[in-house]
């Protein structure tokens, strides 16, 4: 498990002065991009190969208020990636100063060309950097049809 710190700014916090649900995928994005940074997914190294992650939906659960004051730790644990490294799944927990689970968060993505603005398998030596990172229990291999939330689009139920 990847574990990330961050402390609570004035800022992050909205009108009930607990942290405020925009703060929570900021600080869940600052999470991912350092880990993907530390597996050589760096600025320089995307750029240089037009490619970057897109985020196809989050779906947080809320348990406890986080408030300023304390710093929390944001854990990013890899819970699927699909054969071709196209589409990931991590799941971030928040947890306050005493180790208590504040949030979870299940996030399903994947990897765009930047040239091209569609889905791409990740280039064999980004593919390869996963091999070595920890899998999450219950880890699974991902298909396309796990990136789907619904079936049919919500605006298409109508």
């Not at 004035?10 to 991009?33: C, K, P, Q």
Request: hydrophobic share 40%; glycine share 6%; with cysteine.
């Amino acid at each position: 498990m990847y574990l990330k710190e961050f402390e609570v700014r004035w800022n992050d916090l909205d009108a009930n002065r607990h942290l405020a649900n925009s703060a929570y995928i900021n600080f869940m994005s600052h999470t991912r991009m350092a880990f993907l940074m530390g597996l050589g997914f760096d600025q320089e190294a995307l750029a240089e190969h037009q490619i970057g992650p897109v985020v196809f939906y989050e779906h947080l659960y809320y348990f406890r208020e986080i408030f300023a004051g304390k710093p929390i730790r944001v854990s990013l644990e890899l819970k699927g990636l699909s054969e071709d490294g196209m589409y990931f799944e991590f799941h971030h927990n928040f947890y306050d100063h005493k180790g208590r689970n504040l949030a979870h968060c299940e996030l399903i993505g994947g990897w765009i060309s930047l040239k091209t603005r569609k889905l791409i398998p990740l280039p064999e030596h980004f593919l390869s950097a996963f091999d070595a990172v920890e899998k999450a229990e219950g880890f699974r291999i991902l298909s396309a049809m796990d990136t789907r939330k619904f079936a049919k689009r919500p605006q298409d139920l109508v």
